[in-house]
C-alpha cells in the first residue's frame, strides 16, 4: 500500500511541475508577447544632418510610410536605425517633431530603391 502511495505522490508531483511550468510560459507570452522575427527585415541607419551647420540633429521623426510601427526618432548623434519588411521600393519621411528646440527643419521624402549601407540625410532649415 506504501509503494502505491508513492506512485501517486510522484504522478501527482509530476502533473503539478508539468503544468505550473506551462501556465508560466503562457504568462510570460501573453503578457510579453512573442519575440520579433528580423529574418526577412532589413536594417536601414543612417545620420540626419543640418543643411548650414552639418551638425546631427536630434529630435528627427524618420518613418517609412505605409509599413505602420516602424519609425524611429533621431538621437542627440541624429543616427537613426529603422528594421524594415522586405519591399522593392522604401519611401521615408523625415519630419522635424520637437519644433524650434533644436532648430525648426522642413520635411524631407526620401524614396529608396534598395537598402544602402549607411543613409546621409541633409535637412534644410524652413
Known sequence: MKILGKIKSKVARWFLVTFSLSTAVFIFQACYGIPNDYGDNFLIEGIVL????SKP???IKVSVENIPYHDDITSNGGLFSIYVPAESIYRLQFSDIDSIQNGNYATKDTVLMEIPEFLNIVLDEK
Not at 50 to 53: A, L, P, V
Open 57 to 59: 540633429i536630434d529630435g
Open 50 to 53: 543640418s543643411g548650414t551647420t
